[in-house]
T-cell receptor, first 113, second 116 residues
Framework: KAGVTQTPRYLIKTRGQQVTLSCSPI?????VSWYQQTPGQGLQFLFE???????NKGNFPGRFSGRQFSNSRSEMNVSTLELGDSALYLC????????????FGDGTRLSIL | AQSVTQLGSHVSVSEGALVLLRCNYS??????LFWYVQYPNQGLQLLLK??????LVKGINGFEAEFKKSETSFHLTKPSAHMSDAAEYFC??????????????FGKGTLLTVNP
C-alpha cells in the first residue's frame, strides 16, 4: 500500500511569491492534516481537512490556506511568501477523524530567498 | 488545552545500552499519546500509540512505552540501542474532547545519538 505522497520534495521561492504544495493520502484515508516544521518552533499544526471541508485550523495567518478534493487529495497554498515561511511542510493522513494514528509523508522543503 | 514536554533535547547512548526518552503531557481530558521517529530528510514514522487499551504499549523496532497517569508521563524505552536507532524522536498528544480538536500537539523532539 502506497504511503502518503507529497510533491514536490523541494521548492525554492522568493519573497512575495506564492506556492502550492500537494498531498496524496494513503488510499482509503479521508482525513488530511498539514504541519509546519522549523528548527525554532518545532512541529506546528496548520489545518485539517475531512470531506472536502476544513475542520480545524492552527494559529497561522490567512496567507496559509488549503483545500481537499473529492478523492481526499489535498493542497495547501501560501501567498505573499516571507522568509520565515522557510520550513518543512508535512502532510499526514488518517483513516477517519478522531484520535487515530496519523501517517506522514516525507514533506516538502520550502526555502524562501 | 494540551501540551507535551520532552526532557532532554539530546540523548547520547552507547550501542547495546538502554534507551530512555522522556515525555510528559498535559491534557484536560483523557489523552491519546504517540511516539514518532524522524530520520534525516524524511517524514515522521509512527513508533507506537496509547489509546487507553493497555498502559504498556509495544511498538516497532523493539521500542515500548508505559503510560503513567499519576505521573502524566509516557516515556519511551528500548532495552538495547542499535546504531540504526539514531534519529529524532517526537512525543505527541491528542485528546477526545468530544469536539473537533483532533490535531496532534508535539513535543520539541529528542535527538538520539548512538555511539559505537
Amino acid at each position: 500500500k502506497a504511503g502518503v505522497t507529497q510533491t514536490p520534495r523541494y521548492l525554492i521561492k522568493t519573497r512575495g511569491q506564492q506556492v502550492t504544495l500537494s498531498c496524496s493520502p494513503i488510499s482509503g484515508h479521508r482525513s488530511v492534516s498539514w504541519y509546519q516544521q522549523t528548527p525554532g518552533q518545532g512541529l506546528q499544526f496548520l489545518f485539517e481537512y475531512f470531506s472536502e471541508t476544513q475542520r480545524n485550523k492552527g494559529n497561522f495567518p490567512g496567507r496559509f490556506s488549503g483545500r481537499q478534493f473529492s478523492n481526499s487529495r489535498s493542497e495547501m497554498n501560501v501567498s505573499t511568501l516571507e522568509l520565515g515561511d522557510s520550513a518543512l511542510y508535512l502532510c499526514a493522513s488518517s483513516l477517519d477523524r478522531g484520535n487515530q494514528p496519523q501517517h506522514f509523508g516525507d514533506g516538502t522543503r520550502l526555502s524562501i530567498l | 488545552a494540551q501540551s507535551v514536554t520532552q526532557l532532554g533535547s539530546h540523548v547520547s547512548v552507547s550501542e547495546g545500552a538502554l534507551v530512555l526518552l522522556r515525555c510528559n503531557y498535559s491534557s484536560s481530558v483523557p489523552p491519546y499519546l504517540f511516539w514518532y521517529v524522524q530520520y534525516p530528510n524524511q517524514g515522521l514514522q509512527l513508533l507506537l500509540k496509547y489509546t487507553s487499551a493497555a498502559t504498556l504499549v509495544k511498538g516497532i523496532n523493539g521500542f515500548e512505552a508505559e503510560f503513567k497517569k499519576s505521573e502524566t508521563s509516557f516515556h519511551l524505552t528500548k532495552p538495547s540501542a542499535h546504531m540504526s536507532d539514531a534519529a529524532e524522536y517526537f512525543c505527541a498528544v491528542t485528546s477526545d474532547s468530544g469536539g473537533s480538536n483532533y490535531k496532534l500537539t508535539f513535543g520539541k523532539g529528542t535527538l538520539l545519538t548512538v555511539n559505537p
